[in-house]
Nanobody
Framework: QVQLQESGGGLVQAGGSLRLSCSAS????????MGWFRQAPGKERDFVAA????????YYGDFVKGRFTCSRDNAENTVYLQMNNLKPEDTAVYYC????????????????WGQGTQVTVSS
């Protein structure tokens, strides 16, 4: 039904920036909420950001503090996460997921997931 692929992770110093991308193979990408979650070793999968199907409304986890911006390009079936002023505590595997019905803050409600991309922030 859908296949998601994240990219753009890497190693950066504190204060640096990364732009993550998630490409979807589904032909109904524009009808789904797209979300970003992150998971550090030994931790739960935490909500980072989500974006409405039409791209006009976004939601962010409390820890973001204005540093991250989620956007999407429905013509290219791609969602982005621009991450600025990165901190060591942002280190995690970042996952994108698609959601057609449910709570955008709950990882268990998402229908499909990518394989994740590693983000490492050094001090």
């Amino acid at each position: 039904q859908v296949q998601l692929q994240e990219s753009g992770g890497g190693l950066v110093q504190a204060g640096g920036s990364l732009r993550l991308s998630c490409s979807a193979s589904t032909r109904t990408f524009a009808t789904d909420v797209m979300g970003w979650f992150r998971q550090a070793p030994g931790k739960e999968r935490d909500f980072v950001a989500a974006i409405h199907p039409n791209g006009r409304i976004t939601y962010y986890g409390d820890f973001v503090k204005g540093r991250f911006t989620c956007s999407r390009d429905n013509a290219e079936n791609t969602v982005y996460l621009q991450m600025n002023n990165l901190k060591p505590e942002d280190t995690a595997v970042y996952y994108c997921g698609s959601l057609d019905d449910g709570d955008y803050r709950r990882a268990d409600d998402y229908d499909y997931w990518g394989q994740g991309t590693q983000v490492t922030v050094s001090s």
